[in-house]
């Protein structure tokens, strides 16, 4: 007797224009599962990792007219395209995590189709490396790091808005690596760039992937010394320091930046 194969079914996090395709049932949210991809892809396919013992890839869809989706305003049933940072609000932390991954990969992957030193298309060499068949330069997925700074004064802490802020929230004050600085010196550096403060007693925080596109933000602590806020390279617009009866409106709880302000919070609790 011929056992049949069994099909594996596999997640799937689908983009296009860095957006993740869902499915929406009776106001769930959940990552497709395929067998067989039904779309055709823009380059490679990549294994991000794993989920209820399934294997979880990513993909940039062709063509998303193939797709029959509805609107993320309808209150139909189908397959629906979502930001990849909205998605945080319908599936579970670790299917996110796992949907960045598959973000900066495609991200990678769409970048690096050309070697940089001489022009030829790139090889893949293994899941997250490209090589050159003529100069034989090497190509991995590149992460910017950037650092997060909660300054605190008394029982007060520095909270701003950035120039590329797209809503009126306030967040920390941020930046990014630059080349021979260690990450206690960004922090010292985008302090005295943006506010002209000065700081002491840094401390590291935490630590997040970040993949709009392919970042890494990496959370301080440090305490006021003195100084004047003042806005010096115009990348803020507003910003003082809030003690936790007046806070303005903070960060989304998907961020490295609202869990530090959430900790911080809880700290006054922990007085109690």
């Not at 797709?67 to 609000?89: A, F, M, P, Q």
């Not at 990969?105 to 790139?122: E, Q």
């Not at 909270?159 to 941020?174: D, E």
């Amino acid at each position: 007797m011929v056992k049949k194969k069994i099909k594996k079914m596999s997640y799937w996090f689908l983009f296009s224009d860095g957006k993740l395709l869902l499915s929406r049932k009776g106001g769930c949210y959940s990552i497709l599962t395929y067998d067989t991809l039904p779309y055709t892809v823009n380059g490679m396919i990549h294994e991000v990792g794993k989920h209820e013992n399934a294997i979880c890839k990513a993909a940039e869809i062709a063509d998303s007219s193939a797709v029959h989706s509805v609107s993320t305003n309808s209150t139909e049933d189908g397959l629906t395209w979502v930001g990849l940072r909205e998605s945080y609000d319908f599936i579970n932390i670790e299917l996110h995590r796992l949907a960045g991954r598959g973000s900066e990969l495609i991200f990678w992957d769409k970048n690096t189709r050309y070697c940089s030193v001489c022009g030829t298309p790139t090889k893949v060499n293994t899941v997250i490396s490209k090589k050159c068949p003529n100069c034989g330069n090497e190509i991995f997925p590149q992460i910017s790091p950037a650092i997060l700074v909660m300054i605190h004064k008394d029982d007060q802490i520095l909270l701003v808005h950035a120039r590329t802020f797209t809503r009126p929230f306030h967040g920390l004050v941020a930046g990014f690596v630059e080349p021979g600085e260690t990450l206690e010196q960004c922090v010292v550096r985008e302090v005295r760039e943006e506010t002209t403060l000065k700081i002491n007693n840094i401390h590291y925080f935490g630590s997040q992937p970040w993949p709009y596109p392919s970042n890494i933000m990496i959370g301080f602590t440090a305490d006021y010394v003195s100084g004047d806020i003042q806005f010096a390279d115009n990348e803020l617009t507003d910003g003082e320091f809030y003690s936790r009866d007046n806070l303005p409106m903070i960060p989304q709880k998907l961020s490295l930046a609202r869990k530090m302000i959430d900790s911080w919070l809880e700290s006054f609790e922990e007085i109690k």
